[in-house]
T-cell receptor, first 113, second 111 residues
Framework: ETGVTQTPRHLVMGMTNKKSLKCEQH?????MYWYKQSAKKPLELMFV???????ENNSVPSRFSPECPNSSHLFLHLHTLQPEDSALYLC????????????FGPGTRLTVL | GENVEQHPSTLSVQEGDSAVIKCTYS??????FPWYKQELGKRPQLIID?????GEKKDQRIAVTLNKTAKHFSLHITETQPEDSAVYFC??????????FGAGTRLAVHP
């Protein structure tokens, strides 16, 4: 598969569950991103990884824990989420970090009950 | 921090008309301005971008203009078609080393 893929596409979880979102990019990029997209709000940057190193944590609560084992894979581990965390979580990648075209995955639609 | 404001939030046009979406940014160090289109249930996709050393860029029916002095940039779509209906996001990248997005414009093109 080409481009940026995300699994699962939909996820429903309770507030006490632990789940993980997965992102994989097949573009040979070096930077990967997690964004949160809520209704009627701008895309919010959550985390940035460049060459597997985290370079940005945009004041994200600790119940969201990212992991980047290599430049092609990015995870978002979820634990004790709140209903207000329900949103579309988008992964993106770019050749380099910074002012470069970002390619988005299809997103994971998360619902927290 | 950097702030990007986008107007209008909704835009309705007749097929064949032009559509213009405007964004302003606050960080004078911003130097890269992409526009993304997000169709319902799909991922955002880059449609055009412009860098600060250029004032205008065109790609078929889509054009972007940049006014660095006024710190605003605009997306122009000519001869709109129903398939142009989507949410459009502007973004700016600058001194804060991250891409900041506008709130989006929902464009509806009516046949």
């Amino acid at each position: 598969e080409t481009g940026v893929t995300q699994t699962p596409r939909h996820l429903v979880m309770g507030m006490t569950n632990k789940k993980s979102l997965k992102c994989e990019q097949h573009l040979g990029h070096n930077a990967m991103y997690w964004y949160k997209q809520s209704a009627k709000k701008p895309l919010e940057l959550m985390f940035v990884y460049n060459f597997k190193e985290q370079t940005e944590n945009n004041s994200v609560p600790s119940r969201f824990s990212p992991e980047c084992p290599n430049s092609s894979h990015l995870f978002l581990h979820l634990h004790t989420l709140q209903p207000e965390d329900s949103a579309l979580y988008l992964c993106a990648s770019s050749q380099v970090e910074g002012g470069d075209t970002q390619y988005f995955g299809p997103g994971t639609r998360l619902t927290v009950l | 921090g950097e702030n990007v404001e986008q107007h209008p939030s909704t835009l309705s046009v007749q097929e064949g008309d032009s559509a213009v979406i405007k964004c302003t940014y606050s960080d004078s160090a911003s130097n890269y301005f992409p526009w993304y289109k997000q169709e319902l249930g799909k991922r955002p996709q880059l449609i055009i971008d412009i860098r600060s050393n250029v004032g205008e860029k065109k790609d078929q029916r889509i054009a972007v203009t940049l006014n660095k002095t006024a710190k605003h940039f605009s997306l122009h779509i000519t001869e709109t078609q129903p398939e142009d209906s989507a949410v459009y996001f502007c973004a700016a990248f600058g001194g804060y080393n991250k891409l900041i997005f506008g709130a989006g414009t929902r464009l509806a093109v009516h046949p």
